[in-house]
């Protein structure tokens, strides 16, 4: 079967890693290769991208290279394990990166290698292909655009920030009044990404962050005809369990686009497929995963056109992640 999976970071590497041990215990159950069963593509945001120090920096793409590896550090949640900073506290005496945002030595390898492709005029998704060679990751990693498109934040005081410095450096905590992907009007969806939704099986949106994770990816025209055209159904999993995000500061991006931090806000947000296209519709939805605190909302949310499953939506490690992906997965095979 062929998974195609809509990522953002460090909650998307989460879901991932649930995608892939489930992938390897089907496999195992049908007496076949671990990687061999499942075919497991995932479409990565690339809004968090940036340029800082003359390198280009990819924080969700980076986040799946590590937490799928293994090469991602545990205990702080972020980065690489193992690390040391002595080159980042040098850049920082230069004053040539800012010191609310540290680049670990073995990180700045990834991102000293990412840029010298880029500049060789090496497309962004076979830069992809060439840091996750590196590794054993179970699932393939692409682009969901070649182009940039780094998110901005317009905030309430008048300030235009790029994202990391408005999520790192502020905490999110000056309100935002809106998002911006600079350049994304003329951007077009990487070929991986389009081939990865028209091939699946499967597609699933992970819980990320629905407005700087998910919203990116869905922003690019043409993704979502992409979705909306493609033969597999399409499932998203809620990125919040009793009316709290679980992990970060993604509140303050739904506040900011006028969205309820509740399960069902978020799906009507992203809203059925099934709604009629020559009203205009936008939906990308066949069906949603909400925690089971939240299953208050399942019938409503079926009346929108959204069937609606109530699960054990913490992912507290690679068994209770295996298992909402299979409850994915399980619905999927269900709406088809
Ligand atoms: P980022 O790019 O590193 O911010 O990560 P993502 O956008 O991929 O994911 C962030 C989202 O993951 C947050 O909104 C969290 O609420 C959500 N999240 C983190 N851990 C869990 C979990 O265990 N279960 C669920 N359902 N969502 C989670
Ligand atoms: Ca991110």
Redesign the pocket.
């Known amino acids: 079967m062929q998974i195609t999976v809509l990522?953002?970071?460090?909650?998307?590497?989460?879901f991932v890693i649930g995608v892939r041990e489930w992938a390897r215990r089907d496999a195992a159950a049908r007496g076949l290769p671990a990687d061999a069963a499942h075919d497991i593509r995932v479409v990565v945001?690339t809004g968090?991208d940036w340029w800082l120090a003359g390198l280009r920096i990819a924080?969700?793409h980076d986040?799946l290279l590590y937490s799928l590896s293994g090469q991602n550090d545990q205990d702080r949640g972020w980065g690489r394990r193992d690390e040391t900073e002595r080159v980042a506290s040098e850049l920082q005496a230069w004053g040539v990166t800012p010191e609310w945002f540290t680049l670990g030595d073995l990180d700045l390898g990834v991102h000293i290698a990412r840029t010298a492709w880029l500049r060789s005029g090496i497309p962004l998704s076979e830069v992809y292909r060439r840091l996750g060679a590196r590794w054993p990751l179970g699932a393939t990693l692409l682009p969901a655009t070649e182009d940039e498109i780094d998110t901005h934040v317009h905030t309430a005081d008048g300030q235009r920030m790029h994202f990391q410095e408005w999520w790192t450096r502020h905490r999110a905590t000056i309100p935002a009044v809106s998002f911006e992907n600079a350049g994304i009007d003329t951007a077009r969806p990487a070929a991986g990404a389009l081939e990865a939704i028209a091939a699946a099986d499967v597609i699933l949106i992970?819980?990320?962050?629905p407005v700087?994770?998910?919203g990116p990816i869905l922003g690019i025209p043409g993704m979502r005809d992409a979705l909306r055209t493609a033969s597999a159904p399409v499932v998203g999993?809620?990125?919040?369990?009793g009316g709290r995000?679980?992990?970060?500061m993604?509140d303050a991006c739904l506040t900011a686009i006028g969205v309820d931090t509740d399960a069902a806000a978020i799906a009507r947000h992203y809203a059925a497929r099934g709604a009629d296209a020559a009203r205009g519709a936008q939906g990308v939805l066949d069906g949603w995963l909400v925690?089971e605190e939240d299953a208050a909302s399942v019938d409503g949310l079926a009346v929108d056109g959204i069937p609606t499953r109530a699960v054990p939506?913490?992912?507290?490690d690679a068994d209770t992640s295996a298992a909402?992906a299979g409850d994915a997965i399980a619905l999927a095979r269900d709406l088809r």
Do not use: C
Request: avoid cysteine; charge should be positive.
């Open positions: 990522s953002g970071g460090v909650g998307g590497a989460r945001n968090d924080p969700d986040s992970a819980p990320s962050n700087v994770s998910i999993v809620a990125p919040v369990i995000v679980v992990r970060g993604a925690a939506l913490w992912m507290r909402l």
